[in-house]
């Protein structure tokens, strides 16, 4: 059987293409959900972190803060020290085990482990940032909520946007292992194909839609930063 015809028989025989498809709409649902829990877990992390250590730079230990920080250093901890694979096995047995479709303890578990190394991304930033940013925004009479939201995090976002993206690039990647979960996401389909047609092209064709997927964020983070660069030239 010649290239082409293990490729035909793969992608178009039977309308298998439709198969490929849905399963690629399932792994952009899973990134992208993740995606954003992944950030929200992040940013809250990141400025418990911040804040904690801002308490005790000012010698005026907060108890609340100082017990917060212990729980996300153990997250941290925890999360950034296991598998991602274990951790979803966990979650989807441990919690999620009356669903069949395993989307929602994915989304779950990839966010929670994306929102650790966010976490970290997001702090280096916003620690980036000199302090007298955070004494100007405060002598202007804003909150130390309102310094954070309006004048600190804008300024770090540009300095982590490159990291934040190889996060993301690499969560995306990672939602591959989501099929030992229960989720028909595009490899999954891929490999059920595989079973049909006993060649490697499923699996090729897997990886072209990944590649395709990457090369597209990261023309996307590309622009971004000319962009940035260009409003920061004026």
Known sequence: MGLWEKFSGAFLENGRW????????????LAAGAVL????????????KVSATQSKQGHKRNPLLWVLEKICDIYLT???GTPVMVQLLIIYTGIFTSMTD???????????????????????GIQSIDRGQTEAGRSLGLSAGKTM??????????N???????EFITLLKETSVAGYIAVQD???MATNIQNRVYNIAP?????????????????????????????DRR
Do not use: C, D, H
């Not at 439709?18 to 649902?29: A, H, P, S, V």
């Open 78 to 80: 925890v999360i950034r």
């Open 149 to 158: 939201r309006l004048i600190i995090l804008p300024q770090a976002v540009r």
């Open 186 to 188: 595009v490899l999954k």
């Open 18 to 29: 439709i198969l490929y498809f849905k399963g690629l709409g399932k792994t952009l649902e």
């Open 160 to 166: 982590i946007l490159p990291a934040l993206f190889n």
């Open 102 to 124: 395993g989307t929602l303890a994915g989304i779950v578990g990839f966010g929670i482990n994306s929102g650790a190394y966010v976490a970290e991304v997001i702090r280096a």
């Open 203 to 231: 699996l090729m064709i897997t990886a072209v839609f990944y590649l395709v997927l990457v090369v597209g964020m990261t023309q996307v983070q590309r622009l971004i930063e000319r962009r940035l660069s260009a409003s």
């Open 37 to 48: 829990l992944g950030i929200l877990i992040g940013v809250i992390v990141a400025i418990i």
